[in-house]
């Protein structure tokens, strides 16, 4: 089992980066694929990057609306899981939360852990 919590968010103008952080405050990263996904109230929850070791998957994927502007990366020396953002927008803002995914990047499983989320916010 792993909790996860997520730092990093906050208030950025156009143009501006952000470093979002997902960190395994009990166990370990190492043996799930780790996910961002985002959120805007009332919305469905959107896919936006995941890295993964396992066979079945890519390293890392994006959706198309972030390719080239974030990049994930993991490191298991601090078992944290970074999103790095760059030249963030206005349709950037949401809340940003982070999956452990038992089966791969987006496998719906019972056992999958989430944590609570962090809140990006970049004004028009």
């Known amino acids: 089992q792993v909790q996860l919590v997520e730092s990093g968010g906050g208030l950025v103008q156009p143009g501006g980066s952000l470093r979002l952080s997902c960190t395994a405050s009990v166990g370990t990263l190492n043996n799930y694929a780790i996910g961002w996904l985002r959120q805007a109230p009332g919305k469905e929850r959107e896919q936006v990057a995941c890295i993964s070791t396992s066979s079945r998957d890519d390293p890392t994927n994006y959706a198309d609306s972030v390719e080239g502007r974030f990049t994930i990366s993991s490191d298991t020396g601090t078992n944290t899981v970074y999103l790095e953002m760059g030249r963030l927008n206005r349709e950037d803002t949401f809340l940003y939360s982070c999956?452990?995914?038992?089966?791969?990047?987006?496998?719906?499983?019972?056992?999958?852990?989430w944590g609570r989320g962090t809140q990006v916010s970049v004004p028009s």
């Open positions: 999956g452990a995914f038992v089966s791969g990047c987006w496998v719906a499983d019972p056992a999958n852990e």
